[in-house]
Each structure stands twice: as C-alpha cells, then as structure tokens.
C-alpha cells in the first residue's frame, strides 16, 4: 500500500464538463495531471493552472502511474483504450487504468480481462453527483475491479469525491450507475409530472416547491431541478444525450436479465423523442419539455 501511495504523475483523458473539475481537484490534492483532449483550446484554463497538455493518447500515458478516463460515449472508450496508440498500447505495465465514464459493463469487463492480461490494474468507477459535484470535489464514485487495486487509487477518489464505495468485481461498478440512472429517471420523470400538474391546476409552483421539498416526496432532483425548471434553465450539468445513452445501456442490461422495467423504457422513449427534436445538448431537467409539447 505504501508504494501505490506515491503515485503522484496521473494521466486524465476526457476533459469535459465533469473531467475538467476533477481535474482541478486532483491537481489541489498535489498530483501532477497531464492531459489529453481533441480540441486544446477548450482546455487552456486548466493548462494555465498547470496541467500539461499533449497532442495525443500516446505521449500522454507514457509516463503515468494511473490514468483516468471519462469520456462521452462507450465507443469513445473503446476508441481511447483499444485503438492503435491507445491506453493499452501506450501506457507502462503496472499503470492503474480507472475508466469513470458510464459506459457498458461489458466494456468494463473487456477492458479489465485485457488489461490485466497486459499487467494492468484495471477499474470502472462511475461518478454521480453532476458538475455541482465535480466542482466541490463531492462525487459518489462507484468502484468496481480487483479490491486491492481500489484500495490503491483511494487517495485518487478521495481527491474527487466523498461517498467512496468498492462495488465488488470488474463492471459491477458501472452497473452500480445504472441502478443510480434508473432511480433518477423516475425520480425526474416524477417532478415533472407533478409541476405539469400543478401549473394546470393553478398553483403558484415556487410555493409548491418550498412546500413539499422537506417532505416525502423531497429528492435532490426536486432541489436541482425543480428551480431551474421554473426559471427555464436547461443548460446542462448533465447532458440530455448521456442520460438516454445510460438508459439504454441499462434496459439492454435489464433485458439480459430478464427483467421489464417498464418505467425506464417509458421515460427513455419520452428522452428519445426530445432528442429527435434537437434538445440532446441540453440538461436533464429539459424532459418538462415533453409535457409542454
């Protein structure tokens, strides 16, 4: 343990809206970021803060004693990882490879099965807790992967996050963030409801809010969500596009399973719709748009 306590160089690839907070945190926490990302200027503030950019996946790993990725889509893993000059291909033996990018836990599984073959310490860690999270270094991080491997890259989620938690096996972290995806598209699917319900009834929705916020029906997506929906704010501190991604990796995992969640088939059909109209760049809370239209 004291030896996988010093790593200090981490790679991070995927520096977005949630990356480029985490980033941040992990530079305050005293490691060194050396970063990836397809357009540099978008990553200027961070390079002016001291993470050091490179042009490709390649020089970025070389030299890392973990590398963190959280990219957008499960094909942008697979890109990242398997293409040639990818992670697998550039980095050292011994690296820690931390995927935190919700993607498929078959993925996941593939990723760590090769990985390991090629002397990698492999994890999937999801996050949850949205760019509100990413900034004040409070995500929930859902690790799965070999325990001592978790145990090692703590002081790495401990710079992110605050609700830590080991998940069991290779995907099971990923599928830990599926469970979480399909409460929230529930949860969200709920306060909608209720507002479009409310507003056709005539009630004064700020009152509405402060009323049931502290009761049964209060849900960090109320506390979000709800205030924003009033006011219109659909920018995203979650793209619209990656949650209908998450819920479809989720019913496919469901349907292996045997298992009709007819909730979330519901609600991934009303996103999709929503998508197909342009909205996919917006944030969650944007499906009140489904019950206005």
Same mark, same amino acid.
């Given at each position: 343990?004291?030896?996988?306590?010093?790593?200090?160089? @981490?790679?991070?690839?995927?520096?977005?809206?949630?990356? %480029?907070?985490?980033?941040?945190?992990?530079?305050?926490?005293?490691?060194?970021?050396?970063?990836?990302?397809?357009? %540099?200027?978008?990553?200027?503030?961070? @390079?002016?803060?001291?993470?050091?950019?490179?042009?490709?996946?390649?020089?970025?790993?070389? +030299?890392?004693?973990?590398?963190?990725?959280?990219?957008?889509?499960?094909? +942008?893993?697979?890109? &990242?990882?398997? +293409?040639?000059?990818?992670?697998?291909?550039?980095?050292?033996?011994?690296?820690?490879?931390?995927?935190?990018?919700?993607?498929? =836990?078959?993925?996941?599984?593939?990723?760590?099965?090769?990985?390991?073959?090629?002397?990698?310490? &492999?994890? +999937?860690?999801?996050?949850?807790?949205?760019?509100?999270?990413?900034?004040?270094?409070?995500?929930?991080?859902?690790?799965?992967?070999?325990?001592?491997? $978790?145990?090692?890259?703590?002081?790495?989620?401990?710079?992110?996050?605050?609700?830590?938690?080991?998940?069991?096996?290779?995907?099971?972290?990923?599928?830990?963030?599926?469970?979480?995806?399909?409460?929230?598209?529930?949860?969200?699917?709920?306060?909608?409801?209720?507002?479009?319900?409310?507003?056709? %009834?005539?009630?004064?929705?700020?009152?509405?809010?402060?009323? &049931?916020?502290?009761?049964?029906?209060?849900?960090?997506?109320?506390? @979000?969500?709800?205030?924003?929906?009033?006011?219109?704010?659909?920018? =995203?501190?979650?793209?619209?596009?990656?949650?209908? %991604?998450?819920?479809?990796?989720?019913?496919?995992?469901?349907?292996?399973?045997?298992?009709?969640?007819?909730?979330?088939?519901?609600?991934?059909?009303? $996103?999709?719709?929503?998508?197909?109209?342009?909205?996919?760049?917006?944030?969650?809370?944007?499906? @009140?748009? $489904?019950?206005?239209?």
């Amino acid at each position: 343990m004291q030896e996988e306590n010093k790593m200090k160089k @981490i790679g991070f690839i995927g520096v977005g809206i949630m990356g %480029k907070s985490m980033v941040r945190n992990l530079m305050k926490a005293g490691f060194e970021l050396h970063i990836y990302a397809r357009n %540099k200027e978008k990553v200027e503030d961070v @390079i002016s803060e001291g993470a050091i950019f490179y042009e490709s996946i390649q020089m970025c790993v070389a +030299d890392c004693e973990a590398v963190i990725t959280i990219v957008g889509f499960p094909q +942008d893993v697979e890109e &990242v990882y398997f +293409d040639e000059g990818g992670i697998l291909d550039s980095a050292a033996s011994g690296t820690y490879l931390i995927d935190m990018t919700t993607t498929s =836990p078959q993925l996941a599984k593939k990723i760590a099965s090769e990985g390991t073959e090629k002397g990698f310490h &492999v994890l +999937d860690a999801p996050v949850t807790g949205g760019d509100t999270g990413a900034k004040a270094g409070t995500l929930s991080i859902l690790a799965g992967g070999e325990e001592k491997d $978790y145990q090692a890259c703590l002081p790495l989620f401990e710079a992110m996050g605050t609700n830590i938690n080991y998940q069991g096996k290779a995907g099971s972290g990923q599928h830990a963030k599926l469970a979480n995806q399909i409460m929230i598209a529930g949860t969200l699917t709920g306060v909608c409801e209720a507002l479009s319900y409310a507003k056709a %009834k005539g009630l004064h929705l700020p009152t509405l809010l402060k009323s &049931v916020s502290t009761g049964a029906a209060g849900s960090k997506q109320l506390d @979000i969500f709800g205030p924003k929906i009033l006011d219109g704010d659909f920018e =995203p501190g979650f793209f619209m596009k990656h949650f209908t %991604k998450d819920m479809k990796l989720a019913l496919i995992e469901a349907n292996m399973s045997g298992l009709s969640l007819e909730m979330l088939s519901l609600v991934l059909s009303n $996103y999709e719709q929503l998508e197909a109209q342009g909205y996919g760049d917006m944030g969650t809370q944007a499906l @009140i748009k $489904y019950y206005q239209e």
